[in-house]
């Protein structure tokens, strides 16, 4: 098994309790270093554009294990939210729905159902994905698509409800 | 366990079998007499005001049993529609889709889609819901959000297909 | 257990690998020969205007076992599309869903929640659908509505996403 950790990166001093993120690349390829993984930088990008900070990174196979060795590591760490990129499609080799379900508390279907509604303005095939997410300890987890333009669509497409989803996940007070 | 049963309402005597109606609503607070319930109230009036009938009445804590036995009383009373209210976020306590998924024959992924789905419109949370609904015994079940709003707002967004589902539940002819 | 296959029809000679189907009528009163089918001959007349080759007709009861064999018998003999029409709705007798769970390898929730929504434009009960789909061995299978109309219809509505979707379910290498 192949996982690689990179090192956490500082966020922004003072800056006033910014969701703490973990980033995983699922990718058999990636991470036997057969290509770049260009998925975990491109979220990574996103992400800090949105004030978000990027607390890990992490590459990993497409192994139920690694995966969920991943996750679980990630939210040891306080990851408010965890986002994967890859193994959602229909191939064999793609578990990471599978991995995700038997970690999660609850499971969210409205994330998946709005990434598959949205993607279908880009394309008909938007209906393959097997995209998800759900609550895990106590972060939010999603799982997005493998390649680099369709994670950064796919997180546009649920980004407004991930602040009030990332507090219920940490169990914070909320006006609701 | 604090289950409050309120007396069945009478409906208009005459009235061609009307669908007769039972509304539960599931939260902690309420049932314990923290505060009054105004979802229950709200569905009750927006139910009537659609020419159903208000057969029955409950208020439970957000505990699986409790929620369980409001349903299948209710179902034996011969309810041939059961709205929950309340449960159906990812907090801890949010337990009415796992209470309701152990009784239903069969789920009916349709109405959480559509509620989510319009909801959107309204608020991008609306991908936090869990909302469902499925058969019971010969009873359509349908679980709402907790807030009073919310639940009245998301019955409205399936409320056109409720006639014919709940004649499919009770097993009366159709025309299809 | 009344299952009728009808014997295969033979495709144009020369034509470049064309998606071979297969189509599944799940009905007891037209596999007991009360009446007779119209979906199945509907859909075999709307696959082969797209091009597609209707490889092998099956006609069975609700029954979990039948509806498994035929699917299980079409896959074996190479069918890249199974459709099956009838069984996904809310009856007792309707069981094709948790007939084709239990086979499939992965569920591919898009198909009906997108088959859901676009029949909303049609009609409110489009919501009490229980269509699916996934992929069993080699083979995309897609579980559509009874009506012939309905069944058509929902073909449509997924119908661009479908070449892909075999490549990947028989394992073809693709641009992705």
Known sequence: MNVVFQSPLVGL???????????????????????????GPALQQDVEQRGWQVQSLALV??????????????????????LTTGGTG?????????ALRELMRVELPGFGELMRMK????TPNAILSRCLAGVVE????IALPGKPQGAVDCLGF??????????????EPTSC
């Open 13 to 39: 001093a003072g800056q006033q309790s910014p969701t703490q993120v973990g980033i995983i690349t699922v990718s058999d390829r990636a991470s036997a270093g057969e290509y770049m993984d260009m998925a």
């Open 61 to 82: 196979p497409d192994e139920i294990s690694a995966i969920q060795q991943a996750v679980k590591s990630f939210a040891a760490q306080g990851c408010g939210l965890i």
């Open 90 to 98: 229909m191939a064999e080799r793609d578990v990471t729905p599978e």
């Open 119 to 122: 993607s279908l303005e880009l």
């Open 138 to 141: 106590s972060s939010l987890v």
């Open 158 to 171: 649920v980004a407004d409800a991930i602040p009030h989803a990332v507090k219920l996940a940490r169990k």
